[in-house]
């Protein structure tokens, strides 16, 4: 890499002693910034630490030398020099006098995008993410001087605070051939981005900081128009733009829609969801998390589609060594998700049974890793079924379906049990995965169990259990009693595949922690542990911990012990929701009385 930063031309505005002591400080090159506030000793920033350069207070005097070597302020209060790449930012009082400054280095570093060069040259609209200071405008002016040197592109740059290409009307050679538009004002980079467009032709834009929502909606213009995009956003992370309403139309925007009961059935969650609802303005995000660690998503459509239902991406790291060697992993470990591509047949098996596809939504869990398939579910090479199953083994699967059905337990699930050990490998041993520790790890495929709920009941427990999509590689299904009995399809594929389907009377945190105990044969202990009282918990708030450690002290030493009902004190509806679900966790009734804002609990014995 080349570095050039002029920072002599940086030293000469600095008040004398201080430009003597930053002239032989030994880490020169590698200044950050230096840092004057009035009444405060002068300040050198550099990387990961700070130093002071002088026992001497700045005064009014030193900031007003400072001031009159550098540009006008603008808007933004950023000023800068000429031909140069360095920023000026001032710090005012309510009366509009500055009484501070921080002077920034600004270096071309040429070649810092070697990481992603092949994301450059694809032509796709790239958004750059990262805190401040990690090297978001250094990549975008190397960015633009490849684009219009190397690859010959009209590129034009929209520097609203003459950041990118340096103060001044000429310039600054470290963006090459790339044409550059100022703006008089902030406010005014959307009509700049517009205008670039319709009079100038370009190919490539590029553009710092968009930060308002008209800004967003100019780039979205642009990108339509057919013009590449090169840009950077105020935010860490692609989680942070969903969660800014003002940005979210960079990565497609978030709406909320209604699912049908199907449809939400399906998946398993909420009828009122949250989905993409255009394409986005850029086809690639980097997020900048250090300046050699760089984390690529190539799709952005669906990282954010991913996110929005509760799964984690799996992106790709980039990293570069001091030798400039390109190293490409993956943040989380992609073996679940490479092993399932490589066993799962290229027809689904389910397709005989007319479009139940649809029935097995695309939803993994990343936080759980999964060990190294193995057995005939796992390679995708199953044994084949008799041509007819015998009459007797019809019978008893219909019955042990029905009886399960019909039975009500005092958890409220059931399973359906087919009799000898399911699932076995190619050499009819027991199918069963195991974890580092040597722990067997069933294989649990959901229907119309909240996902949410299942994960969380499953990490507090410390469960060995693994959610999976595909019923094909599933020891086991969860699902609703009420939705088992009207899908006769998902029978007919259990009994097919000799899965054993376990029921849950309701979609509860209660219920579900007695239906994963009860199929991996654990004892449901009558009176929660601290793990169990975890699972109730929603946000952790005083307010939630102190309702349900008194409803768990109220059925502990009364309710249990004595035979009396008890009465809460009055809750919000959120936290008497989790009092009746900690309470039927103890196999107790619980119903609310009286009025808002004093509504409460009512605990009845046994």
């Not at 509009?96 to 400054?101: A, E, N, V």
């Amino acid at each position: 890499m080349q570095i050039t930063d002029d920072l002599s031309k940086l030293l000469e505005i600095l008040p004398e002693p201080i430009q003597n002591r930053l002239a032989q400080h030994p880490n020169k090159n590698t200044l950050v910034e230096v840092v004057m506030d009035l009444g405060r000793r002068p300040e050198a920033r550099f990387p990961g630490k700070a130093e002071y350069l002088s026992d001497i207070p700045v005064s009014q005097n030193d900031l007003n030398e400072c001031i009159t070597k550098v540009g006008d302020f603008g808007g933004d209060n950023r000023a800068g020099i000429e031909r140069t790449l360095h920023r000026i930012s001032a710090i005012r009082n309510r009366r509009g006098d500055i009484i501070g400054l921080t002077c920034r280095v600004g270096r071309a570093i040429y070649g810092t995008i070697g990481m992603i060069r092949d994301l450059v040259e694809s032509g796709k609209s790239i958004l750059m993410l990262g805190r401040p200071g990690v090297g978001k405008t250094t990549a975008l002016r190397e960015i633009a001087r490849v684009l219009a040197d190397e690859l010959e592109k009209r590129v034009v740059i929209i520097d609203t605070s003459n950041e990118i290409a340096g103060d001044g009307d000429v310039p600054h050679p470290a963006i090459g051939r790339a044409r550059r538009m100022q703006v008089a004002r902030p406010e005014f980079q959307h009509q700049v981005m517009i205008e670039a467009v319709e009079n100038h032709m370009p190919e490539v834009i590029v553009i710092d900081e968009i930060g308002t929502e008209l800004e967003a909606l100019a780039a979205r213009t642009i990108a339509e128009r057919g013009v590449q995009l090169v840009g950077t956003a105020h935010g860490n992370r692609l989680e942070n733009l969903i969660k800014n309403p003002t940005l979210s139309d960079l990565i497609g925007g978030i709406q909320s829609v209604t699912l049908g009961d199907e449809e939400a059935r399906r998946r398993g969650s909420q009828k009122s969801v949250l989905e993409r609802k255009a394409p986005p303005t850029f086809d690639i995000a980097v997020e900048m998390l250090e300046r050699q660690r760089w984390v690529v998503h190539e799709h952005v459509a669906e990282t954010i589609d991913s996110l929005l239902r509760g799964r984690q991406p799996n992106p790709q790291v980039r990293t570069i060594s001091e030798m400039g060697k390109v190293t490409i992993t993956h943040e989380l470990s992609s073996e679940t998700a490479d092993q399932a591509a490589q066993s799962r047949p290229a027809r689904s098996p389910f397709s005989q049974f007319g479009g139940l596809d649809n029935l097995l939504d695309d939803r993994t869990t990343p936080a759980q890793g999964r060990s190294k398939g193995r057995g005939w579910r796992s390679s995708g090479q199953m044994r084949p079924l008799p041509a007819q199953l015998q009459p007797s083994e019809h019978q008893q699967f219909e019955r042990l379906l029905d009886e399960s059905l019909q039975n009500t337990f005092s958890a409220g699930e059931a399973a359906i049990d087919l009799g000898e050990e399911t699932g076995q490998d190619e050499f009819g041993e027991p199918r069963r995965e195991h974890n580092s520790s040597g722990e067997e790890i069933l294989s649990v495929y959901p229907y119309g169990v909240s996902r949410h709920q299942l994960e969380q009941v499953i990490r507090t427990l410390n469960l060995p259990i693994i959610l999976t999509k595909d019923i094909d590689n599933a020891d086991a299904v969860l699902a609703l009693r009420s939705h088992v009995k009207n899908h006769s399809k998902l029978r007919h594929i259990a009994k097919a595949r000799q899965v054993p389907i376990h029921t849950i009377k309701a979609s509860t945190i209660p219920q579900i922690a007695h239906g994963l105990r009860r199929m991996l044969d654990i004892d449901d202990p009558i009176i929660p542990d601290a793990n169990d009282i975890n699972l109730f918990v929603r946000s952790s708030s005083d307010d939630e911990i102190e309702a349900l450690e008194e409803a768990r002290l109220a059925v502990e030493q009364i309710v249990i012990p004595k035979g009396q009902p008890v009465e809460l004190l009055p809750r919000s509806a959120d936290v008497r929701r989790m009092q009746h679900e900690l309470v039927e966790h103890y196999h107790l009734k619980s119903r609310s009385f009286g009025e808002e804002p004093n509504r409460r609990l009512r605990i009845y014995p046994a």
